[in-house]
């Protein structure tokens, strides 16, 4: 594992979550329907209505959770680290919007390791962004981890009555699995839009299957419907 640098340490020890209660969310501004003005590095327009549904995969302690609600949206929000979900579902308890799931997406139901990022043990909350499913992550610490419950997240959203207009997905390397299953089993057409950070520049070992995806997306003609480069 790679040694924590002195950088690093020092935001560990000072970044704190406290702030992140119900009330201060509550009392955020209400934001405008394109998600364009309120994401920086998103550069496409993508439009959300009032009660616009929305899936938030990978939330971690709800940033992007944030946006979705003060768009007004009906948010489905998951997050698999234990401790990270506390902090991600006390936040949102006074948002009626937005319901919290501490759960993996996957492609099947079963119970899985969820590894923690190398640095966790400095602030594991900081550091749950970096948490993954994938043992072969070279930031992980493969003798760390907790057990979580990982869904079909097919299965799920085609128990939704209705379509999904947008599908976020940040959950550090298993996006491949989870973007295939959604395609193969037909889930896709239940979804206006899809975004996802492919996390195959940092590590190589998933560039072969990353890139298999986008062809895969290109060849169903899938490339307006999903944006694998959002972040």
Not at 179 to 193: A, P, Q
Not at 211 to 216: A, D, E, V
Request: charged share 30%.
């Amino acid at each position: 594992m790679k040694k924590i640098d002195q950088k690093n340490l020092d935001i560990s020890n000072i970044i704190k979550f406290d702030h992140l209660t119900p009330e201060h969310e509550s009392n955020k501004s209400k934001l405008s329907k394109n998600l364009k003005n309120h994401v920086s590095f998103l550069e496409e327009d993508i439009i959300l209505e009032e009660n616009s549904i929305v899936i938030d995969m990978g939330a971690n302690i709800g940033d992007i959770t944030s946006i979705f609600s003060r768009m007004n949206c009906k948010v489905y929000s998951f997050e698999p680290t234990k401790e990270t979900f506390k902090i991600l579902k006390n936040r949102f308890s006074k948002n009626k919007n937005v319901t919290c799931y501490n759960k993996a997406c996957w492609n099947k139901n079963e119970k899985l390791k969820f590894y923690h990022h190398e640095w966790s043990r400095h602030n594991n909350i900081h550091w749950s962004n970096g948490n993954s499913l994938l043992v072969e992550k070279k930031n992980i610490n493969k003798n760390d981890y907790e057990e979580t419950e990982a869904i079909d997240i097919s299965k799920f959203i085609f128990n939704i009555p209705s379509e999904i207009d947008l599908v976020k997905i940040d959950i550090e390397g298993a996006e491949i699995e989870v973007i295939n299953h959604i395609i193969d089993t037909g889930t896709i057409n239940k979804i206006r839009k899809l975004i996802c950070e492919v996390h195959d520049k940092k590590y190589k070992f998933l560039s072969e299957n990353t890139g298999l995806l986008r062809k895969k997306i290109k060849d169903l003609n899938l490339d307006k419907k999903i944006n694998l480069d959002w972040h």
